[in-house]
């Protein structure tokens, strides 16, 4: 499933035209802040199957895990971006009577 959302995302990243500003790590935080908090809700309250075996929360180790997941995230975030901006200055450069991307 994962490899199949990173497909996608690339997909997304070169077809589109769009800025990736900064600040937009404050969604990252904000949504894997609501996951979080709502898987932990769902699952103290209902007995489920984890697909994730050391996010179960009967570990002691579970905020540990979750927070190591969570920063995990932020070189990726990172790599995205850094994606991003090289993709618009190798488009910049070889086409620069008409690319618009960072105007």
Do not use: E
Request: glycine share 4%; aromatic share 20%; hydrophobic share 55%.
């Amino acid at each position: 499933m994962h490899s199949v959302n990173a497909f996608f995302l690339l997909g997304d990243t070169v077809l589109n035209c769009m800025r990736f500003p900064m600040f937009r790590i404050a969604y990252f935080v904000l949504w894997t802040s609501i996951f979080v908090i709502s898987q932990w809700i769902i699952h103290a309250c209902v007995s489920m199957w984890w697909p994730y075996p050391f996010l179960d929360l009967s570990s002691p180790y579970a905020p540990v895990w979750y927070m190591a997941v969570g920063l995990m995230h932020v070189p990726c975030y990172g790599i995205f971006a850094l994606i991003i901006k090289l993709k618009h200055i190798w488009l910049s450069r070889s086409f620069p009577d008409s690319y618009q991307g960072l105007k």
